[in-house]
């Protein structure tokens, strides 16, 4: 064959191919316009998804799930772990009260590893803030605020009982901790709205070490009445984090009962209150004692005034008693 005619049968196939090639192109370009005018567009496939249970908010360890911290999100079911709590498959009430065991970022899948469910092994251990403990004191309705009082609160512990001194029994009541946090009241770790106050038999209160030991003290000393603080007293611009984890403080006063009554002496070693009362009428004197006898010592005041005495310095003086009125003006204790 010629080698002409080789060459130009090349040329006409890479022609051809380039002329097929560029046709094909311009048909879909054109394809796609008309498609797009027409407002049809080709959809990409939806990946199926489910929903997962997540933190709502930001969870700090030892913190005590609440319905509010939990939400149900859409997540891909191609990336879904196996651990991940699924709608459907376990309601989100089973992790209500649950203890966090680390924190948990908000919008972070919750699992059942990274909380300590109420009622299983290790969950009172998990509420306590790292160097404290749970200490349980007896309370009544009287001592704790009618059943005002719920887990999560802070309170001032107060201990009453009897002091014996030289003059005798005084009762006082001193603050021995303040700002302590309360874990539990009975077995419940949690409160619900709507929940009607319950009067309970014991409260259980976070503490360190030595203040446990002061408070079990306490209990075999006297009465001991949880006084409810304020929510107000931590809104000083700390962080929510560092005062919900504070831990409790030394008590700084007490109340001794010659303080709450005027008729009670003020203790060992209070100067005693004068009970007599000098009377003068003209050159006589007399002593009046509060009960109303009267010691009259106007003869041994004269005597000794004039120096007349009859030597005899053992000389007591008369007493009698009258009746009369008189308003003594009370003097404070």
């Known amino acids: 064959m010629n080698s002409k005619r080789v060459v130009f049968l090349l040329l006409a196939v890479i022609v051809a191919g380039a002329t097929a090639f560029l046709a094909r192109a311009w048909l879909q370009n054109e394809r796609a316009a008309m498609l797009a005018q027409a407002g049809v567009h080709r959809e990409s496939p939806v990946a199926p998804t489910l929903q997962v249970l997540v933190a709502r908010n930001a969870v700090h360890t030892g913190q005590i799930v609440k319905p509010d911290d939990m939400r149900w999100q859409s997540w891909p079911q191609g990336s879904l772990a196996p651990t991940y709590v699924i709608e459907g498959k376990r309601p989100q009430s089973d992790f209500v009260g649950a203890v966090a065991r680390g924190s948990i970022a908000a919008g972070e899948p919750i699992s059942e590893g990274k909380l300590v469910l109420a009622g299983t092994r290790g969950f009172m251990a998990a509420v306590l803030q790292p160097g404290t403990r749970a200490v349980s004191v007896p309370v009544t309705a009287t001592s704790a605020v009618s059943g005002f009082i ?184």
Not at 285 to 308: F, H, L, N, W
């Open 150 to 333: 719920y887990a999560g609160d802070r309170v001032d512990v107060l201990l009453t009982h009897v002091l014996n001194g030289t003059q005798g029994q005084h009762n006082a009541t001193e603050t021995i901790l303040r700002n302590a946090r309360v874990i539990a009241m009975d077995q419940k770790l949690d409160f619900s709205p709507g929940d009607k106050p319950d009067i309970a038999k014991t409260a259980t209160l976070e503490l360190t070490p030595k203040q446990s030991e002061i408070v079990t003290l306490a209990v075999k000393m006297g009465d001991l009445s949880l006084v409810l603080r304020s929510l107000q007293d931590n809104e000083n611009g700390r962080d929510p984090a560092t005062v919900e984890n504070a831990p409790a403080e030394p008590g700084d006063s007490y109340t001794h009962d010659a303080q709450v009554s005027r008729l009670i002496g003020q203790g060992p070693g209070a100067p005693e209150v004068p009970r007599t009362v000098l009377l003068i009428r003209g050159s006589a004197r007399a002593k009046q004692e509060i009960d109303g006898t009267v010691v009259d010592d106007s003869t041994a005041d004269a005597k000794a005034a004039d120096g007349k005495g009859d030597g005899k310095s053992d000389a007591k003086p008369r007493a009698r008693t009258t009746s009369f009125t008189r308003t003594i003006q009370s003097v404070p204790q």
